[in-house]
Every structure is written in C-alpha cells, then in structure tokens.
C-alpha cells in the first residue's frame, strides 16, 4: 500500500519559514518525480514545484517562484518543502504527489498525500 505523509505545516507570522516534509512509503521512492500541490481556500489546486528523481530537475510553478525549494533524500523516501518569506496568501493545504514523470499538471501524479495546513497570519 503506498502512502504518503506530509507534516511539518502550522501556523506562522508573515516573513516566516516553513519547512515540509512528505515520507513515502509502498513504492520504490528513487523511481518518481515528487511534486508539491496546494489548495488555498475557494481556489483550484495549483503546482507549487517539483523535483526529479534524482534531484537534478526542477520545476517551480508561479507560486513557488524565488522563495520555495525543493528537496529529496532518496536513502530516507523523503522530499521536503522550504518555504520562505511566508505571505498571507500562501495559506493552503499542502499536498504532496508522486509521479513517474517530473510534470506541472497534477493528472501526471498517482499518488496524493492527505495534506498539511499551513496558515500565514498577517
């Protein structure tokens, strides 16, 4: 059974970091690309970035873009998300997706995490 777990979401001020990470489980980790999606509140799910297999690709989504990286470590079946300089408007849920193939479109990923909150106040 394949699984993925995202933790590290909370609450943090504006200007704040975050850090998220997603264990994987049930699946050979070092064979798919990982991305990360949100949700913000009354919003389509939206690609945020995402890595290749073996970490030498990434894309970044517009949301993402100059205060996101992405990372993996394929001995631990994680990937991890570093938020920085947090704004209010990227409170969402956070989900992580494996795919065979590094794709901005979530229909490319098979498997979904259930999502961790992450709430930026003003």
């Known amino acids: 059974q394949v699984q993925l777990v995202e933790s590290g979401g909370g609450m943090v001020q504006a200007g704040g970091s975050l850090r998220l990470s997603c264990g994987v489980s049930?699946?050979?980790?070092?064979?798919?690309?990982m991305g990360w999606f949100r949700r913000a509140p009354g919003k389509e799910r939206e690609f945020v970035i995402g890595i290749s297999w073996n970490g030498a690709a990434t894309y970044v989504g517009d949301s993402g873009e100059g205060r996101f990286t992405i990372s993996r470590d394929n001995t631990k079946n994680t990937v991890y998300l570093q938020m920085d300089n947090l704004k209010p408007e990227d409170t969402a849920v956070y989900y992580c997706a494996a795919s065979q193939s590094l794709d901005y479109s979530e229909a490319q990923y098979e498997y979904w995490g259930q999502g961790t909150q992450v709430t930026v106040s003003s």
């Open positions: 049930g699946l050979t980790f070092s064979n798919y690309a």
